[in-house]
């Protein structure tokens, strides 16, 4: 089965800092994976998708992710913080099963963004 | 109404009534799934629906009863909750069985207090 490991449960940065989220999945061909963002009291939204068509990937909100296989790495980036990034963020990878495709979630980064 | 719709947003039940958690998606997909989010928990994988055939059941106490009439629509029946249950409710959708690449959408989820 896929695991995902997002390290460090709480980040805090400064406005205008760069923000650095570590996401590692178990090795998998093809690796199907995903950046959420979740604010207070809402449901899960993309932020980003990788599907193998370019190692570095761009998302809404000036997120990006790179793919790294050898280090079996998708950290998300973004070069300056702005408040409103403040929110929970979920790598998720995709695996397949018989007929379905299961998200298997990482335990979430809380960032919090210090003015 | 667009996107996937969850009523109510907040429900507080005792551990004897009986209610029922509704989710709508407007997305035209296939498959709809029910998940819990409990504070300091990854996010767990309750029921999957495929085509409104239940396809995944991870375990899931029996006083947690799903409902998927048709594709557009589903529902979680509770009854005899315990508190521990208590948790955000949240129910997705995604078009399945052609590129694996495609991300499931979330709705804003059902807060729900067992007292």
Redesign the interface.
Known sequence: AQSVTQLGSHVSVSEGALVLLRCNYSSSVPP?L?W?VQYP??????LL???SAATLVKGINGFEAEFKKSETSFHLTKPSAHMSDAAEY?CAV?E?G??????T????TLLTVNP | ETGVTQTPRHLVMGMTNKKSLKCEQHLGHNAMYWYKQSAKKPLELMFVYNFKEQTENNSVPSRFSPECPNSSHLFLHLHTLQPEDSALYLCASSQEGGSAYNEQFFGPGTRLTVL
């Open positions: 199907y995903f959420y009291n809402q449901g899960l939204q993309l998708k990788y599907t979920f995709k397949s018989g007929s379905n495709y299961k998200l979630f990482g335990k979430g």
